[in-house]
């Protein structure tokens, strides 16, 4: 099977190495030693959630402890010098080892991936859209096979806020009575859509937002040929994610959010023009992806006015301040953000003209700027 016909994996971000082969963790250490903690406790959890936005090195986690909980750590924390239980300093591990060369292939016996799976019978075959219980029973086979060093099974389930209501069920079934010497890393970018039942059998991991400088030296190796300049814009962009600056890069996000950004200056009074161009330029067939970046880049800058407007401060990134002069301002920002968007997405899913969608949302927020810069000429002091 060449390059072209291998099934794209559901759990990797376009631009970016799959996260078993991602070269290093970025920016959860405090997450990682959190788990450490609870290793050298003796009394290791048997299933974790590991939370965070996406793209924030969630699932690179769960496979670096997945490496460290197979390759290197013991069945059971013993006792250290003078009855101490001995410390572990980091999830480091042999990359080079026969073990973790078997991690990386998927074909190590005591590693089992969840994921969506591929649906051969549909035409044209394409990836599922949610992790189905035929996936989940997938397992039984997984368990009744015996693991050659008696060691320890682990489980990552990537992401589990892609299961249906059957899968989640058996999955919770398995949480709930879990084979001996398993540890279950259950990766979610929305854990309160998980049922509160698997979320009360696993202890939650949370992942920060990574630091902007983070990012852009994460940038500096996965895209070397980035000028600095682009890569700390990419960087201010992604709200502390990796997975959001790839997307930003893969669909030229900088020049989109500079023009959404020129649009939102010009209110009140809207280049109508301009606003043209940008919704044909976003309506052409192929433009999907940009589409769904534009409207999140959309919630992204209206959030930042209603924060803006309620709380004084400068939004970031940066929104035109006149657009948000007072609370009440802020008020209408965020009523917009809570409706616009969305709008504009059940037409799209619907097979409506996304140009006159997007036209109608920008001439939406004109009427939204001007009521605003109402507000802000009725209460300056005379």
Do not use: Y
Not at 233 to 247: C, K, Q, V
Not at 283 to 295: C, Q, T
Not at 354 to 375: F, G, K, R
Request: hydrophobic residues 45%; neutral net charge.
């Amino acid at each position: 099977m060449s390059d072209a016909d291998t099934p794209p994996e559901p759990d990797r971000a376009e631009g970016a190495p799959h996260p078993r082969n991602a070269p290093a963790l970025i920016g959860q250490d405090t997450a990682g030693a959190a788990f450490l903690a609870a290793q050298d406790t003796g009394r290791l959890h048997h299933a974790w959630l590991i939370t965070g936005p996406p793209g924030v090195g969630k699932a690179t986690l769960a496979w670096r402890i997945a490496r460290w909980l197979l390759a290197d750590a013991p069945t059971d924390a013993g006792p250290g010098l003078f009855g101490a239980a001995d410390t572990t300093a980091d999830l480091s591990t042999d990359p080079h080892s026969p073990r973790n060369r078997r991690i990386t292939a998927l074909s190590d016996p005591g590693l089992f991936l969840l994921r969506r799976g591929w649906d051969d019978k549909a035409r044209p075959p394409r990836l599922r859209q949610v992790i189905t219980v035929d996936e989940v029973r997938r397992m039984r086979g997984f368990f009744s096979m015996s693991v050659p060093d008696g060691g320890r099974r682990v489980v990552i389930v990537d992401d589990a806020d892609s299961l249906n209501n059957q899968a989640a069920n058996a999955l919770l079934k398995l949480l709930e009575e879990p084979p001996a010497r398993t540890v279950f890393l259950l990766v979610s970018h929305m854990p309160s859509r998980l049922l509160p039942t698997i979320r009360s059998r696993c202890r939650t991991l949370p992942c920060a937002p990574l630091a902007p400088d983070a990012v852009a030296a994460a940038l500096a190796g996965l895209l070397p040929a980035l000028g600095d300049d682009d890569r700390h814009a990419l960087a201010r962009l992604s709200g502390g994610s990796m997975g959001a600056a790839l997307r930003l890069h893969m669909q030229d996000g900088l020049a989109l959010a500079a023009a959404l950004d020129r649009l939102l200056g010009s209110l009140p009074g809207l280049d109508r023009m301009a606003a043209q161009a940008l919704a044909a330029d976003l309506a052409v067939r192929g433009a999907e992806d940009r589409r769904a970046l534009f409207l999140d880049l959309v919630d992204a800058r209206l959030a930042g006015l209603a924060r803006q407007g309620a709380t004084g401060h400068a939004s970031t990134p940066p929104v035109p301040a006149h657009l948000a002069p007072t609370p009440a301002a802020g008020r209408r920002w965020a009523a917009a953000q809570g409706g616009l968007t969305d709008r504009v997405r059940r037409g799209l899913a619907v097979n409506l003209d996304p140009h006159a969608l997007i036209l109608d949302m920008v001439l939406t927020l004109e009427t939204v700027a001007a009521d605003c810069a109402a507000e802000g000429q009725n209460t300056r002091p005379a």
